[in-house]
């Protein structure tokens, strides 16, 4: 698909994988939108680069959610792909933490509920563009969990079938539904979790996804995704058992 001349919206596009689609997207002629919670960070994006938008939205709150939708289809009428980015990731023991439940509500309301929910209220708009396309950032950990984190694979898991479905669900239309099964990426989400050797730079995972956009690639495996999804095919109980420990 066309990676220029195109209007994206990008959720928690102030930081991160985020920030550096957001980057990419603008080098190659977009126009560029971002939101997020954080009204500092989003200053800073302003102030940073001039040229992109930041609208402060949690986009949990489907009241928040849908203004931001009103407002964008008013100010930025070609919009024409949905970044859905936004995520968090709580690691707890779900047998002993006080406050799992909260943290269950939470997770499953930014990384999946409304992914499901945007993207229902921005497709009408979409499907009268001559090309769209709906971009999820999902993780290897859907398809191969690990156990600190239960409902944050559940959730990634979640959005690679919704991914899946909706792609069957729109061939037929102008909208291209683009899954990036996202490796270990340095970020604020990462720091000090893992060793940062084996973490990907978001500017390089964003390059990634802009080169698999052009050639309409649509389950895209930067990284070490495509090692880790081979490793599980042939040696599954290994790979299992190698992050499964995490
Ligand atoms: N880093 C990795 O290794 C990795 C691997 C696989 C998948 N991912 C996925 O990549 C995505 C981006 O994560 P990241 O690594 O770039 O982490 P990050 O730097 O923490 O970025 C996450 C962004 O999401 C925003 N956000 C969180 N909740 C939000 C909400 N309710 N409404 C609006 N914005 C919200 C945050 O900003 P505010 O707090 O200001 O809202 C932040 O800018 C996530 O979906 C994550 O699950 C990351």
């Keep these: ?3 220029s001349g195109n209007t994206v919206l990008i959720t928690g596009g102030a930081s991160g994988i985020g920030l550096s689609i957001a980057r990419v997207f603008l080098e190659n002629m977009n126009t560029v939108i ?3 919670r954080n009204a500092d ?3 800073l994006v302003k102030k940073q680069y001039l040229d992109i938008h930041t609208i402060q939205c949690d986009v ?7 203004q931001m ?33 909260k943290k269950i509500d939470e997770e499953i309301d930014i ?47 979640a959005l690679h079938a919704f991914s899946k479905s909706l792609r069957y669900q729109l061939q037929n239309t102008p909208v291209r539904v683009f899954e990036i099964i996202t490796p ?47 490793l599980n095919r042939i040696f599954p109980s290994l790979i299992q058992k190698a992050i499964g420990k995490r």
Excluded: W
């Design 69 to 101: 939708l009103d407002h964008l289809r008013t100010n930025f009428p070609s919009l024409n792909i949905l970044v859905n980015n936004a995520g968090i990731q709580h690691q707890y023991d779900f047998l002993r933490d006080e406050n799992a439940l």
């Design 184 to 230: 270990l990426v340095d970020t604020d989400m990462t720091r000090g979790r893992e060793s940062d050797a084996g973490k990907m730079s978001p500017e390089i995972l964003a390059k990634e996804v802009i080169r698999n956009m052009k050639m309409e690639n649509y389950e895209i495996k930067p990284g070490r995704t495509k090692l880790v999804l081979l």
């Design 1 to 3: 698909m066309k990676i």
């Design 60 to 66: 949990a709150n489907p009241v928040e959610a849908t």
């Design 41 to 43: 960070k989003l200053d």
């Design 34 to 36: 971002v939101c997020g």
């Design 111 to 157: 990384n999946f509920k409304a992914v499901a929910r945007l993207t229902k209220i921005v497709l009408p708009n979409l499907v009268k563009a001559s090309e769209a396309a709906i971009i999820n950032v999902s993780s290897f950990l859907g398809i191969v969990p690990k156990s600190s984190a239960p409902i944050y694979c559940a959730t990634k898991a």
